[in-house]
């Protein structure tokens, strides 16, 4: 990485690249500007240099956007976002960086902020903040180090989420700003953790919390990861996962009797619970949100066909953040237990959305699922033709039907070992149905204690 001068820093330059101080914490990403504010906390907290990997770019012009108020003149055509390139990237404002304000009105505070104190040791840093770092967790940790550092990290996000539904439940407001920066951190620790979060999500939802609030985070992870697939550039990742965390608040408008409920719903009761995505858009328009993420949330349940809701779109007319949340949030959905119903397996699940029978979904989203998460998705526990039992851990992009297996220590005589069943005779014969699951975490927890 090239090392940069505090010294020579000007307000309102940029960099192509991200940038980090310590060459640990996330400082800056790609063409946000260098403010007054961040270099006197630099000089303050005694800091020299910087790290990059490019030079830094000349100001752009920020990306223009959409009117909230085109959708009335647009009727039933949705907005897609447009594919730009990283150049075209809006720039996000950060001047205050330093300042009370970012922590006003938010029910987490700004993690930029905090990453600058603890990199200058004026804080403790906590498991939340380490999904910033593009080092964290460090390659060094063991396979069950990492998935344990990973596992609080997905467990800060859980209540991250819990707490923007909770505020706004009790005082109808968001804070963008904060919600935007959380995602970005997001989208980075997806991106070096990729398979760790996907074990993780696989466990299932946590009963003790509110399922909207697990279904939320799992389908961002998805979406994020689908996104990635699809090359997409982190502006537009933000708004996709900014979208997919939120598409489910409109159910706080509703009874929890019509979504919580074990019982088959009466016809009224559908068409009340099918209003959600409406709500939603209605909270997020009202709040001020960028018409492409109002979209996103609102196309979740339409379908190709035309026979989704609420407004019973086409294909070409679906946002393309749409699209995603659909396949995520299906995915999500059929593979978790709800009161009404039992859990898919994954393996049952990803089958189920690659036949798409109904030819619900986009193909090529329903592509870059498959090509993250495999036919055994990540995470799911399978039988091997060698008479072991493994854990899929990860997918060999050129052959996703054979993935890489971590065989479980102690069973059937089995070392743990990764097989790579792409590059070996031994293969996969079927994956574990839930009481085999249960069994193995079972027998798992009995050896780890």
């Known amino acids: 990485m090239n090392a940069i001068n505090v010294s020579d820093l000007k307000p309102d330059l940029q960099f ?3 940038v980090v101080i310590d060459k640990t914490f996330l400082l800056l990403t790609p063409l946000v500007p260098v403010s007054q504010k961040l270099i006197d906390a630099l000089n303050d907290w005694s800091f020299t240099q910087i790290f990059t990997d490019d030079a830094p ?4 012009e920020t990306q223009k956007t959409v009117s909230l108020s085109e959708i009335e003149t647009q009727s039933e055509e949705a907005v897609a976002p447009r594919r730009i390139d990283l150049s075209e990237t809006e720039s ?28 200058s040791g004026r804080t403790a840093p906590d498991v939340a903040l380490q999904s910033a770092g593009a080092g964290i ?20 996000y859980l209540k991250y989420i819990e707490s923007v539904y909770t505020y706004y439940a009790t005082n109808r407001k968001i804070n963008m700003e904060d919600l935007s920066t959380t995602v970005e951190e997001l989208c980075r620790f997806i991106k070096d953790n990729r398979q760790y979060v996907l074990r993780i999500q696989a466990e299932g939802r946590k ?4 399922f909207l609030i697990p279904h939320s985070l799992n389908s961002t992870i998805l979406a994020i990861i689908i996104a990635m697939e699809l090359r997409y550039t982190i502006t537009q990742m933000v708004e996709l996962g900014t979208a997919c965390i939120l598409h489910e608040i409109g159910m706080i408008r509703l009874p929890p009797q019509l979504y919580m409920t074990d019982r088959i719903l009466t016809p009224s009761e559908k068409k009340v619970l099918f209003t959600h995505p409406l709500q939603t858009y209605n909270i997020l328009k009202s709040i001020g949100f960028p018409l492409q993420i109002c979209l996103g949330a609102l196309d979740h349940h339409e379908r ?14 679906i946002s393309r953040y ?31 959305m690659l036949r798409d029978n ?10 870059a699922l498959f090509a993250n998460l495999s036919l055994y998705p990540i995470g799911s526990y399978v039988f091997l033709s060698n008479g072991k039992c493994a854990q899929v851990v990860d997918v060999v992009p050129e052959s996703p039907q054979n993935p890489v297996v971590k065989v479980i220590a102690g069973t059937n005589g089995g070392k743990q070992e990764m097989i790579n069943t792409a590059n070996t005779d031994i293969k996969i014969m079927r994956a574990m149905d839930n009481k085999e699951v249960a069994d193995i975490l079972k027998y798992l927890k009995t050896e780890s204690a």
């Open 16 to 18: 192509k690249s991200d």
């Open 57 to 60: 770019a000349q100001n752009q």
């Open 207 to 210: 009963e003790n919390i509110n």
């Open 304 to 317: 190709e066909n035309g026979s989704g809701y609420p407004r019973k779109l086409e294909s070409e007319k």
């Open 92 to 119: 996000v404002s950060i001047e205050d960086i330093t300042g009370e304000s970012l922590n006003s009105g938010s029910p987490a505070g700004t993690s930029v902020k905090r990453a600058l104190d603890i990199a």
């Open 358 to 367: 109904n030819r619900n979904f986009d193909a090529s989203v329903i592509r």
């Open 322 to 352: 749409g699209k995603i949340i659909a396949v995520a949030c299906a995915y999500e959905a059929a593979s978790s237990k709800r009161a009404y119903k039992e859990a898919k397996t994954t393996s049952s699940a990803m089958i189920e």
């Open 137 to 156: 967790p460090n390659v060094s940790d063991t396979d069950e180090q990492r998935i344990t550092l990973v596992k609080n990290v997905y467990n800060e």
